[in-house]
Structures are given as C-alpha cells and as structure tokens.
C-alpha cells in the first residue's frame, strides 16, 4: 500500500497524521498544519493542486 503524504510538505502518514482529500477524482492527502493553507490561501496550492487558482479561500 502507498504511504500517504502530505501534498504541500511531503510528511508521510508514518510522521504525522494525514488526512485524504477527494477533488477531481484523485485522492490527496494533507497534514493538520497545511490544512489553514487550503481553508484559508488556496492561492497558494497553485501548481500543487491542479485547479487550486479556481478555489476561494475563506
Ligand atoms: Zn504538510
């Protein structure tokens, strides 16, 4: 099984816990401390998640 890890600063689930994400079709994973970066700065996902400059942060 592939070891799941974080898309923004690559900690696997074996560091620190990782949460999967579902968006067109792929699975993602993210860790707790990069989760604010996609609530809040999705603008900053771009180039890491494929359509993240169309995502609003809040
Ligand atoms: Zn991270």
Redesign the pocket.
Known sequence: MEVKK??????TENE?PIIKLAYKGQELG?????IP?LIHNPENLVGVIDGAENMKGV
């Open positions: 974080c898309i923004v600063c690559n900690a620190v993210i860790c707790p401390a990069h970066l």
